[in-house]
């Protein structure tokens, strides 16, 4: 057996301790030693939670202990490039929250970088190992056919604050921290398609493959936004998104696909339920209905990213892919405030 990975964590904030240090303590091939936030008593929390005995204020000094191999970055969106291309220049391997950087040319250098280096760089895009969308992947890849339309929706719901109050443990933070980081959110409509387009986006790519051009329109209704996408593939297939926050009562997530010879409906939970998507597959006359047991997406992208470090497979999502990501992202935006169509 190989030996786990062992991994330091920056950024010690709400996504870390709802999501990410949960699916650390149990998944295999990953060995947390130490944590690192610039706020001590939050990191300091979070190392008593988790019987974690390096605690660091600045991630400099996490990126220069030779016994950490590889972190996770998951301080806030401003900070991933910063952080990622430091770890990677230290000779660290990195998964990454999601986006992947800001900008596109963050996100060219960052590809650049690991090209550079030969290291590892892993984009926190986890929905790619929920084994629903796993086995959808599949399926389009080796029953549907040709694709002839698709369509993804991203809707978050009205109920989701209570639904996180019900799910999530006791988050560790200081108040004045946390009103500055909404002060950074002001800009509501970038942050949201930014934080939510970085999982449809990566989600139809994955299912898909490369989109070649984009139409898009938004609405606003003050502090709630919605995003219709026409999409155009690269293979010439035409289908459309649409991410819409918020809605009055549950949210919805998921991805349909007509091809020439099936049709696949994936139906993806809120992510804190920890359950796979339930999946509805169509091909030859008969419709297959996938029942899945391993269903934690946060610890199985750990735990990918463990064996890719380790060279037993592939990177998903890559670089590349937090690029693209990002690449359709800001072509959003850009055909939001032209009114046309802008190829990618």
Not at 186 to 196: F, G, I, K, P, S
Not at 239 to 244: D, H, M, R, S
Not at 260 to 265: L, N, Y
Request: a negative charge; one cysteine or more.
């Amino acid at each position: 057996m190989k030996s786990p990975v062992r991994l330091g964590l920056i950024g010690c904030g709400r996504i870390a301790q709802v999501a990410h240090l949960p699916a650390l303590e149990k998944a295999d091939g990953v060995d947390l030693l130490a944590v690192c936030d610039p706020d001590a008593a939050v990191a300091g929390a979070v190392a008593r939670r988790y019987h974690i005995s390096t605690v660091h204020t600045d991630a400099a000094n996490l990126l220069a202990d030779p016994s950490v191999e590889a972190v996770l970055v998951a301080a806030p969106d401003r900070f991933h490039f910063d952080l990622a291309d430091a770890a990677l220049a230290a000779g660290k391997h990195v998964l990454v929250e999601k986006p992947l950087a800001a900008t596109v040319k963050e996100c060219e250098q960052l590809v650049a970088r690991v090209r550079a280096t030969g290291l590892t760089l892993q984009v926190g895009a986890m929905k790619r190992h929920d084994p629903g969308l796993e086995f959808a992947h599949r399926f389009v890849g080796s029953r549907l056919g040709e694709i002839r339309a698709f369509h993804a929706w991203y809707r978050i719901g009205s109920t989701r604050p209570g639904v996180e109050a019900t799910l999530f443990p006791k988050v560790f933070a200081d108040d004045a921290r946390r009103d500055a980081e909404s002060a950074f959110k002001a800009d509501r409509e970038r942050y949201l398609l930014a934080t939510h387009g970085a999982h449809v986006f990566d989600t139809v790519r994955f299912l898909l493959g490369d989109v070649r051009a984009v139409t898009a329109k938004h609405r606003g209704f003050g502090r709630d936004h919605s995003w219709s996408v026409l999409l155009t593939l690269a293979s010439g297939a035409v289908g459309t998104a649409t991410i819409t926050v918020d809605v009055a009562g549950d949210g919805a997530e998921g991805i349909e696909v007509f091809g020439a010879s099936g049709q696949v409906e994936v139906r993806t939970h809120f992510p804190f339920f920890r359950r796979a998507s339930d999946v509805r597959a169509y091909c030859d006359g008969a419709v297959t209905v996938p029942v899945f047991a391993d269903t934690d997406a946060y610890e199985r992208q750990a735990e990918a990213f463990a064996r890719a470090v380790r060279g037993d497979v592939a990177v998903s999502p890559d670089a590349t892919d937090g690029l693209e990501a990002v690449r359709l992202i800001t072509a959003v935006e850009r055909s939001v405030v032209s009114g046309a169509e802008v190829e990618l």
